[in-house]
């Protein structure tokens, strides 16, 4: 099964995708994890993502559609759920020509749908583990106590300033391509408001009865 999990920042898709890894078997491919391990560690790509990255834009599209492409191909071209990819009708069009050209397809897009308000709380309450990237909410979903709380840190890009700048070219850039996949028939709508399991049922069900079993 490939999926695709969609929405604006904020919305869970990281914390659905990682659900969809641990209970379904598939492969989380996340372009921001990509990124920020790269950026973490320095590498070319870091250090050409940095600027976009801290300043809430998007990193260019050849930069991205690489890393993607390369960890689509890692997982032998099944059983992923790409999170955070594709983000601009471009990368959306490589992704299709991508699948054409290795005679595979993407099942469903699910689109987390979150309002505004609702995301700039869940941003502003989002905290993240230095090391392991684990997240948490500081009030819903708090870090462990046994968690050394000098490693528990606020993202960047998740400051208040920033989070305004990534929901507009959210809306500008990402968004469009709600029409993109609707028109191939693959767009899947999900409430995305609710506590982590509550929404992870909702993806269940649209699954359940959108992505016929594998063949015996
Ligand atoms: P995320 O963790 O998915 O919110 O991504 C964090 C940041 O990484 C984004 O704000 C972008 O700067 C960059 N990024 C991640 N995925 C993409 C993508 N598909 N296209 C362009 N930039 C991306």
Aim: a negative charge; charged letters at 35%; glycine letters at 6%.
């Amino acid at each position: 099964m490939r999926l695709i999990i969609f929405g604006p920042p904020g919305a869970g898709k990281g914390t659905q995708a990682g659900l969809l890894e641990e209970r379904q078997d598939l492969v989380q491919i996340s372009t921001g994890d990509i990124i920020r391990e790269a950026m973490k560690n320095e590498t070319p790509v870091g250090k050409e993502a940095k600027s976009y990255v801290e300043s809430g834009e998007l990193v260019p599209d050849e930069v991205v559609r690489k890393l993607a492409e390369n960890a689509i191909a890692d997982e032998d071209y099944d059983d992923v759920v790409l999170d955070g990819y594709p983000r601009t009708t471009q990368q959306a069009e490589w992704l299709t020509t991508f699948m054409e050209e290795h005679d595979i397809a993407i099942d469903a897009v699910l689109s987390l749908e979150v309002p505004d308000d609702v995301i700039v709380e869940r941003l502003s309450r989002r905290r993240v583990h230095e090391e392991t990237g684990e997240t948490y909410h500081l009030d819903h979903d708090p870090p462990p106590e046994d968690v050394d709380s000098d490693l528990i840190v606020q993202r960047e890009d998740d400051q208040p300033e920033t989070v305004r700048t990534r929901l507009s070219v959210y809306r500008e850039e990402t968004q469009p391509l709600e029409d993109y996949y609707a028109e191939r028939d693959l767009l899947v709508s999900i409430d995305g408001q609710g506590d982590i399991d509550e929404v992870y049922s909702r993806i269940e069900s649209a699954l359940d009865t959108r992505v016929a079993p594998p063949e015996a």
